[in-house]
């Protein structure tokens, strides 16, 4: 994982309450690709220790995109998922791996 998640950090907490709920009221399995996608990539914001609007600027969008992105209300082309994988340092295949929602839904917790 990239150096910038607090995982490694151990940085600031951000309110993660929110995100838990949504998960937890989801059901994960009949969700679009959009909308899995999206909580993904608000799953990696809220790991790392950036600000918002730092976190869009990074993955090279401005606030109201990110929005509609974390949102599922935006699809994003596959130049934008590999221009957020370079920005992340990750591989594809860890962005579009959701796991990680799967186990905060059956966990009932926030996983950093």
């Not at 809220?46 to 993955?59: G, H, K, N, P, R």
């Not at 994003?76 to 340092?89: A, H, N, P, V």
């Not at 295949?93 to 917790?109: A, G, M, N, R």
């Amino acid at each position: 994982m990239p150096l910038f998640f607090k995982s490694e950090l151990n940085m600031y907490k951000k309110n993660t309450d929110n995100f838990l709920n949504k998960i937890l009221t989801l059901d994960l399995d009949n969700l679009s690709l959009t909308k899995l996608l999206g909580l993904k990539i608000e799953y990696l914001y809220l790991i790392s220790v950036y600000s918002q609007l730092d976190f869009s600027i990074m993955i090279n969008t401005n606030i109201a995109y990110f929005n509609s992105i974390i949102n599922g209300t935006k699809s994003i082309t596959i130049k934008k998922l590999e221009q957020i994988c370079f920005s992340l340092k990750i591989e594809p295949k860890e962005l579009l791996d959701f796991s990680i929602l799967y186990e905060i839904k059956s966990q009932k917790k926030f996983i950093y």
